[in-house]
């Protein structure tokens, strides 16, 4: 199909400021880190999606996060560790095609709410490229901000790396490339604004981080974490 082909086209056109040499040394980092990677992403990064009020009603809507707590970190750690193997991310490769199928995942469930009356007037488009923007704020920066209270050790160059990886990220999950910095300074700054005008959680919102956190406490391997 025309518009599929399309897609794929645009997918595998790689910005001309990604440096895969770069992103192996901010994977390898994450590697090295890996169970504070798994702290750090779980309680520091995984509630911050959810502070969208839009994002919070699509979840709140499909009952996913009550129905389902380990489904779904299974489904978000796919890609939030797959793509510390960062040569993956390259066209073809696994962590692109994973990128891929959330990109097809997120039209399906935004064409679904559209269909069942979604307010666009009041809220917008669900689940918009605003909206997944805040990637590299979330998974960027602010990931690198928990892991250094966790006790992680890394270099300008691994941080710079590990940022560039979500960077490129968010760009394969459909942001335009005008929404994204093309060096970590210009990132700094769509960061705040993106932050400050689209993130300020709601009732919806503190209820479905709540029904995360009382997941995540029925967990064998989170369990003995005080909530």
């Given at each position: 199909h025309p518009a599929s082909q399309a897609l794929l086209t645009e997918m595998s056109c790689v910005p001309d400021w990604v440096d895969f040499d770069v992103m192996r040394l901010g994977g390898a980092m994450a590697q090295r880190h890996f169970p504070m990677l798994i702290l750090a992403l779980t309680y520091g990064c995984m509630p911050l999606t959810f502070a969208n009020p839009d994002a919070a009603v699509v979840f709140a809507r499909t009952g996913r996060m009550e129905a389902n707590i380990s489904r779904r970190l299974?489904?978000?750690?796919?890609?939030?560790?797959?793509?510390?193997?960062?040569?993956?991310?390259?066209?073809g490769r696994s962590m692109w095609a994973a990128c891929v199928q959330v990109r097809l995942i997120h039209a399906m469930v935004r064409m679904h709410l559209l269909d069942k009356g979604w307010d666009v007037a009041r809220r917008g488009i669900p689940i918009s490229q605003l909206a997944t923007a805040a990637?590299?704020?979330?998974?960027?920066?602010?990931?690198?901000?928990?892991l250094r209270r966790l006790g992680a050790?890394?270099?300008?160059?691994?941080?710079?790396?590990?940022?560039?990886?979500?960077?490129?990220?968010?760009?394969?999950?459909?942001?335009?490339?005008?929404?994204?910095?093309?060096?970590?300074?210009q990132q700094d700054?769509?960061?705040?604004?993106?932050?400050?005008?689209?993130?300020?959680?709601?009732?919806?919102?503190?209820?479905?981080?709540?029904?995360?956190?009382?997941?995540?406490?029925?967990?064998?391997?989170?369990?003995?974490?005080?909530?």
């Open positions: 299974n489904e978000s750690g796919t890609l939030f560790f797959g793509v510390c193997n960062s040569d993956d991310l390259a066209p990637g590299p704020a979330f998974f960027g920066t602010h990931l690198l901000t928990c050790k890394f270099s300008d160059d691994e941080a710079r790396g590990h940022c560039m990886i979500w960077r490129h990220v968010t760009c394969l999950l459909g942001v335009p490339q005008a929404l994204i910095g093309k060096t970590q300074t700054e769509f960061d705040r604004y993106i932050a400050s005008s689209f993130f300020a959680p709601d009732e919806t919102a503190r209820s479905v981080m709540a029904a995360l956190i009382e997941g995540l406490c029925t967990l064998p391997p989170t369990a003995r974490m005080p909530r």
